[in-house]
């Protein structure tokens, strides 16, 4: 899973469309793209300047992600981004941290933060790093985090992915708001069968958020994701280097044994794990533990995916957001088809055919372009990543 941010859309809350008072966060996916494409037909038939009666305007109640038939468990989606409509305040209290604040700051270009000083009343003389220190000092008062979290984190939260550790995108959602766990979640809730690991920057808030919507049957356990149980002596042995924890499954179906289990892998566990550039942040969550997951997959598929997006940035941010949202949707197609077309059964034995998607059994002929975005429901792992 993983953002793009840069495809973000200045949308202001006076842009979107509030929900009606008994909206429950469930959107008709079928519905939702059916009338985006109505949308894109009738620009063909109105003269310059005419108002097109198909227009989709950016609501919280009818903004639907994409998931491919197969993968989503029906037609009905969920898309709970009305409740981030909160104050700064709260909003960042919910789903950000000032770390990661902080981390999204010092990733920003030497004009933005030189700006966000002047508008502070931070002395903007001196160095790039000069002013990134003044400015972190600084956020330590409430109103000055309010203002650095508005201009770096509170604009439309960009693109959503899912994806497989192949590189196919199964998943893909534009986020009205600011990017946080509950953006995954949505996605994860509207599956059919939820990947038995999940690798994401954050994954204990992912976990927490996930787990507390579903309370009645928790998505993510045991451990609540993690791969063993948090006591000291687990924590210290990971720390060393002197623990592994097997996922047999992963290599081998355990097919028959559990009938909730996820029909590639067998097993009923799901877990959430760090990727090799945040796994300090929880011990037991590393994924390096994992002897069949260490160093076999790359947890850099979604930042290659969001630097080849990087060309569309303008022509995407200059269109509509309807506009925006069926463009961005043929391109991941396109991306998809031609990725897949690539694949080979020497790439899936690389990573085990449990760790894959299912690929046609005749390499060499073209995939149904039915399928490129209706992907299977046979993926057991999937890799996420966060790009600013």
């Known amino acids: 899973m993983g953002v793009h941010k840069p495809t973000a859309s200045p949308l202001s809350e006076n842009d979107i469309e509030k929900p009606p008072e008994d909206f429950k966060g469930e959107v008709s996916l079928e519905e939702f793209w059916e009338s985006l494409s109505k949308e894109m037909i009738c620009h063909g038939l109105v003269t310059n300047g005419e108002h097109n009666p198909f227009v989709v305007p950016p609501s919280y109640h009818f903004w639907a992600p994409w998931i491919g038939r197969n993968t989503r468990h029906s037609d009905t989606v969920l898309n709970t981004e009305f409740k981030k409509v909160h104050t700064s305040s709260e909003i960042l209290e919910m789903t950000v941290t000032k770390e990661r604040l902080k981390e999204e700051l010092f990733k920003q270009k030497y004009d933005v933060i030189r700006s966000l000083c002047i508008e502070c009343g931070v002395e903007t003389t001196g160095s790039r790093s000069d002013l990134l220190h003044r400015l972190t000092s600084e956020m330590k008062s409430r109103q000055i985090l309010d203002k650095v979290y508005t201009k770096i984190w509170s604009a439309s939260g960009g693109w959503g992915v899912i994806m497989c550790p192949c590189g196919i995108v199964y998943s893909l959602k534009c986020n009205l708001r600011a990017e946080s766990p509950q953006d995954f979640a949505d996605l994860l809730l509207s599956w059919q069968h939820m990947p038995n690991v999940i690798i994401y920057d954050f994954a204990q808030p992912l976990a927490t958020h996930t787990n507390l919507r579903a309370p009645e049957k928790l998505p993510f356990c045991p451990f609540e994701g993690c791969l063993l149980e948090p006591t ?117 034995k690389s990573f085990g055919s449990n760790l894959t998607e299912a690929v046609l059994e005749n390499p060499e002929a073209p995939r149904s372009t039915d399928d490129m975005m209706e992907d299977t429901i046979l993926t057991s792992l999937m890799v996420p990543s966060s790009s600013a």
């Not at 990971?238 to 289990?261: A, D, E, F, I, M």
């Not at 959430?272 to 300090?280: R, T």
């Open 232 to 348: 000291q002596t687990n924590m210290e042995l990971s720390r060393c280097g002197q623990l592994k924890v097997s996922l047999p499954w992963l290599v081998k179906n355990l097919s028959g044994t559990n009938h909730h289990g996820h029909p590639v892998t067998g097993s009923s566990d799901h877990y959430v794990l760090c990727d090799h550039f945040h796994e300090d942040g929880d011990v037991l969550r590393k994924l390096s533990l994992v002897p069949q997951l260490a160093d076999k997959v790359s947890s850099e598929t979604a930042e290659q995916l969001f630097a080849e997006m990087k060309k569309n940035d303008y022509f995407l941010n200059m269109s509509l957001p309807s506009t925006h949202l069926f463009q961005m949707r043929n391109i991941i197609h396109h991306y998809n088809e031609n990725k897949a077309n690539k694949l080979s059964p020497s790439s899936t």
